[in-house]
């Protein structure tokens, strides 16, 4: 009896994709959800569409640009 049970739940979930969609979110979906929401709330503090500026201080007491010397530019023909 308990084999026939076990065989037609089996049976259920593989070929009725309805049945197989609802045991897999009760399985492992919810966990899924959540931690996708805690992912893009720690990647996007800020609302959508909002402009986000990041500022690079310049150092103290030389030039702002980094790099090697400066070397002028001949056009050649």
């Given at each position: ?10 049976l ?66």
């Amino acid at each position: 009896m308990l084999l026939k049970v076990l065989l037609v739940f089996t049976l259920l979930i593989i070929f009725v994709p309805p049945v197989r969609r609802f045991v897999f979110y009760l399985l492992v979906g919810r966990q899924l959800v959540k931690e996708q929401r805690r992912a893009t709330e720690r990647t996007q503090p800020f609302r959508e569409g909002e402009t986000r500026v990041a500022s690079n201080p310049t150092r103290k007491g030389g030039s702002p640009m980094k790099g090697g010397e400066y070397v002028d530019y001949e056009e050649v023909k």
